[in-house]
């Protein structure tokens, strides 16, 4: 038949198959509660629906994502967004086009090249990814028109919220102050007190080169409490010591890009509290205090 030429599955092969309830269940034991991925995965959604349907089985939506809409997301300005031309856009090659197998391996290659190209654009959770395919309206209403099922999952709201959603939903970055000051390690502590004074900060951070935009491992710490700590045991002496004699060492960091929470579970746990912040690439770019955590 017509439709055999392009997927390649002709009678002689399905011959014999168990039924749809049989490999339905196989199917559910194996997804399990992961994520599907697949490319315009509502047609797929479409389809098993009608087969549970016809079957009498419970159909219950998985939770899924759909490359097409994510690389619409990546990159608008693609001439269009079949299989093809996404995984030429990112330089992946596809094998055994038009077979389940081939494309369902072309879909995870796709969608696991696609990640980098998300987070350039501030996307880096499932449910990041879940808002911004549903944003895409008019490929939603495409889909919708020819009789798809939604690819993605709309947030469901809870009957209560026990728990201040903001530090679920921002980011470090955002609370974090930048840039960081930095001074040398050679300064006295002495001059270390006035700065902490004069600019109302907590802590400072310490490198040879005095400078931020350095990688995290350059740095130290010196709070306000090493300050006191070191003044009450040594008080003669401290003020004219250099800065880099009581830093913290190694820095305890996270990322920019981290939700608030995590921030906020690794003082308790480290019992600290400032947090060096670095870039993707592990480059000092502000730094969190305890302080900046009570705007929560």
Known sequence: SEASLIHGITDA????????????AQFQAFVG???LVGHSIGFDLAVLERECRRARLPW?????????????????NLADYSLETIAGWLRLEIAGRHSALGDA??????????IPELRKRNIRT???AEVACLALSDALEAGHRAGWAEPVSRPQAPAFQPVDPYAYRHRVGSLMSSPPVVVKSTKPIRQIIDLMVKRRISSVLVSERGTPDQPIEEYGIVTERDLLRRISSDAER??????????TRPLISIRAAAFAYRAIGRMDRLK?????VRDDGGVLVGVLSARDLLRL
């Open 272 to 276: 600290v509290r400032h947090l060096a």
């Open 60 to 76: 219950k939506k998985p939770r899924a994502l759909c490359v097409r809409l994510l690389a619409t997301i990546s990159n608008p």
């Open 13 to 24: 092969d399905v011959d014999g198959a168990g039924s749809f309830p049989d490999a339905w």
């Open 33 to 35: 509660d992961r994520i």
């Open 105 to 114: 391996i072309a879909a995870g290659d796709i969608f696991a090249a696609l």
């Open 238 to 247: 401290v003020f004219d010591m250099p800065v880099a004699s009581i830093a």
């Open 126 to 128: 499932l449910g990041e």
